[in-house]
């Protein structure tokens, strides 16, 4: 009986940046209902997802001082997060991990799933203002 791992090329096939993108995104959505649920006495700001013609989106904070985002986008290479101004804050490449899990790899070799790299780019933009 072959392991699952012996087909390792058609899990890494499957495990493209388009495909990483769009589990991002979707998470990003949960992400952003989540935060605008648990708003605190006093504060103003509400979360919301912008879409960018499918190569791309933004979670953007609004309601308070300063208003600020960040945009998500993809490309064949892998997944790039950029702040207002422009500047890549955050990129990753996709690998299979051992274990078959297909992640996001960041340039100093750190492997993350979706919800870790989600929590990396946007917990200081719902919670640290």
């Known amino acids: ?15 493209s940046p388009l495909d990483m993108f ?3 995104k979707e998470g990003a959505k949960g992400d952003v209902e989540a935060r605008n649920s648990l708003k605190r006495s006093g504060e103003n700001a509400t979360f919301r997802i912008r879409l960018h013609n499918g ?6 904070r609004e309601g ?5 985002w960040v945009e998500v986008s993809w490309d064949k290479l892998g997944i790039y997060v ?8 955050c990129k990753a490449t996709i690998t299979l991990s051992d274990e078959g899990e297909c ?6 070799g750190e492997q993350l799933n ?12 719902f919670f640290n203002f």
């Open 114 to 125: 979706c919800w870790q790299f989600r929590k990396k780019i946007l917990q200081d933009l």
């Open 1 to 15: 009986m072959n392991s699952p791992m012996e087909n390792w090329v058609k899990l890494r096939s499957d495990c």
């Open 64 to 68: 308070e001082d300063p208003f600020d």
């Open 82 to 89: 950029k702040d207002r101004d422009e500047a890549v804050v």
């Open 22 to 24: 769009l589990k991002l």
């Open 55 to 60: 190569k791309g989106f933004s979670v953007i």
């Open 103 to 108: 992640k996001l790899r960041l340039p100093d």
